[in-house]
């Protein structure tokens, strides 16, 4: 049983940071680039199935190629990224039904952004680590990608636009 957490703990946390960083990504930088609330929810949707296929096979094949686990752990972990990669995806959504976009998009970064703190600083806890290092390492990285992906979608907009 304790593996069988394991593997759902890596699922579940490789999900939720994957889906918190790409789908902000890409709301930010199809908002930049086209300012098409039709597009942002195309763009969330894609993510949220054909990613979160992606990302749980890139699991089930790294687990596999480790040849330390199960059959059962392998296939755990794989569906736990599939279902928290899925669902936390299709969270950011909410607000682009229910706001314009461009406060949909800021309400979608405080959304992601203030999750990916909580549970990097639940994490950092269990294993003992210092909560403002691993909190502020994961945010940053957040961040970064956050502006770079919005720098890109106006120079998309740019270029061909």
């Not at 902000?24 to 894609?46: D, F, H, P």
């Not at 969270?91 to 970064?109: E, G, N």
């Not at 959304?111 to 680590?129: D, I, K, N, P």
Request: net charge neutral; with cysteine; aromatic share 8%.
């Amino acid at each position: 049983m304790k593996h069988i957490k394991h593997s759902l703990t890596i699922g579940l946390s490789f999900g939720l940071t994957s889906g918190i960083i790409t789908t902000l990504g890409l709301m930010v930088g199809l908002n930049a680039g086209t300012g098409s609330k039709l597009a942002v929810i195309g763009g969330i949707l894609t993510i949220a199935i054909a990613d979160a296929f992606s990302d749980a096979l890139g699991i089930h094949i790294s687990e596999e190629s480790e040849n330390k686990h199960t059959h059962k752990e392998i296939w755990a972990a794989t569906i736990a990224t599939f279902l928290s990669k899925f669902i936390f995806a299709l969270t950011f959504i909410i607000p682009v039904l229910l706001f314009d976009l461009p406060r949909a998009i800021a309400i979608s970064i405080i959304w992601g952004l203030t999750a990916l703190c909580v549970f990097s600083y639940r994490m950092s806890v269990e294993q003992g680590e210092k909560p403002i290092k691993v909190v502020g390492e994961h945010l940053i990285i957040a961040l970064i990608v956050i502006v770079i992906t919005y720098h890109v979608g106006n120079w998309i907009a740019h270029i061909f636009g």
